[in-house]
C-alpha cells in the first residue's frame, strides 16, 4: 500500500535526530 | 570545522555516526537543492557509512550522488501523485 511510502524519505533536519535509522533494540 | 573522519565515527554509537554524517552533508546539499536538502540527506544516509564518507571528501561523487537522489526523488513522486 501506498501508505508506508508517503514518508519516505526520512527527511533529515540539522540539529534533529534523524528518523530514518533503524532503532537498534539493546 | 574539521574534516569527518572513520576514526570519529567509530568512537560514536551507530545512530550518533549518521547524525555526525548527516549534519555535514545537509549543508552541501542544501547548497545545490535547498528545498530537497532535507530528503536527499535523509536518502543519502540510508547508504553506508563508509560511503559516506568518501562522497564527503570528493564534492564531484557527492554532486553526482545528489543529482542520482533527485532524479530518485522526483520519480517517486510522480508515483505517489500517480496513485492518488
Known amino acids: 500500500n501506498g501508505s508506508s511510502s508517503v514518508n519516505w524519505p526520512p527527511e533529515f533536519r540539522p540539529g534533529e535526530p534523524w528518523k530514518g535509522y533503524p532503532n537498534i533494540d539493546p | ?84
Open chain 2, 1 to 84: 570545522q574539521e574534516p569527518l573522519t572513520a576514526s570519529m565515527l567509530a568512537a560514536a554509537p551507530p545512530q550518533e555516526q549518521k547524525q555526525m554524517i548527516g549534519e555535514r552533508l545537509y549543508p552541501l546539499i542544501h547548497a545545490m537543492h535547498p528545498m530537497l536538502a532535507g530528503k536527499i540527506t535523509g536518502m543519502l544516509l540510508e547508504i553506508d557509512n563508509s560511503e559516506l564518507l568518501l562522497l564527503l571528501e570528493s564534492p564531484d561523487s557527492l554532486h553526482s550522488k545528489i543529482e542520482e537522489a533527485v532524479a530518485v526523488l522526483q520519480a517517486h513522486q510522480a508515483t505517489e501523485t500517480s496513485h492518488k
